[in-house]
């Protein structure tokens, strides 16, 4: 499924993608986080 979590600026939304994409794939975690423009 797809769910949003939020709306940020561009800077800090290409941080939370990179931070819960690394957690994810250190904890083998099948979860994917993208961002795409509003």
Known sequence: ???V???FTRDI???K???V???A???QH???CTMEEA
């Open 25 to 27: 794939r250190e904890s």
């Open 30 to 32: 099948p979860l994917k």
């Open 13 to 15: 939304a290409e941080t």
């Open 5 to 7: 979590c939020g709306i």
């Open 1 to 3: 499924g797809i769910g």
């Open 21 to 23: 994409n690394q957690f």
């Open 17 to 19: 993608v990179a931070l």
